[in-house]
């Protein structure tokens, strides 16, 4: 496995628009390319490089034609935990038609997302997927809060309909 910034303790960098670049496979075993980094050892997929790049709050899996992209978020307290886990899971069934949620994100981090060639084929579309993911922390911030803010207002509403008056 080759770590490519995290090799020189460099692993708080941004990702970039390259290290989202996929190739297609010429694949003669059977009808369809295989999605290397799910099937690995599929006879297409064995000699292809796995390689692991860490960047600032995430890190990136990539083997020839495909890819994971996993984000670490932080939590404040187990509220968010639930909140956010809701979220992922509404994302995991409908997340859009250019981008795939993983439903059981990668081991240490809280989502993970699927990328294939077609996802990122071009340059424009490597960086609208790193911009979304740059503003994914604090969009979900937001939302936490907000999700927060709901919960509080419902429990003191059903805290005052319950007391003795």
Known sequence: MIHDRSEFGESQLPL???DLVLRPLDCKVGGMEPICILDPDHPCCEDVPRKEI?????QVIKQGNSAIVSL???FNDP??????????????????SRLKVIREPE????????LNTEMVATVEQREALIEY??????????????GKMVINKYVRSKAEASRLS
């Open 72 to 74: 670490k978020l932080h």
């Open 133 to 146: 993911w740059e503003k994914f922390s604090t969009n979900m911030r937001r939302i936490l809060t907000d």
């Open 107 to 114: 081991e240490g981090y809280q989502i993970s997302f699927f």
């Open 79 to 96: 509220v968010e935990e639930f909140i956010f886990d809701r979220i992922r899971n509404e994302l995991w069934r409908d997340a859009g």
């Open 16 to 18: 970039k628009e390259s």
């Open 54 to 58: 860490m960047f600032e709050g995430g």
